[in-house]
């Protein structure tokens, strides 16, 4: 992660908890943790990709035929 996140003196812990949450997002971290949680063989991982590709194909052609 290439920000830091600084919590000021007088901030409000929650607020300075939700901004260092929302980057963590922004970044991925989470999504790549639970990848790597557990050991995925290499047929599941291109399995995987497949399925998520098509489904960003099927939404895509989706909103294209929306407009």
Do not use: C, W
Request: charged residues 60%.
């Amino acid at each position: 992660m290439p920000d830091s996140t600084y919590v000021v003196v007088k901030e409000d812990l929650e607020k300075a908890l939700r901004r260092f949450r929302r980057k963590v997002e922004k970044f991925g971290i989470r999504k790549a943790i639970r990848q790597h949680e557990y050991y995925e063989k290499p047929s599941e991982r291109r399995r995987r990709r497949r399925r998520e590709n098509d489904r960003k194909r099927r939404k895509a052609e989706r909103k294209a035929t929306k407009e």
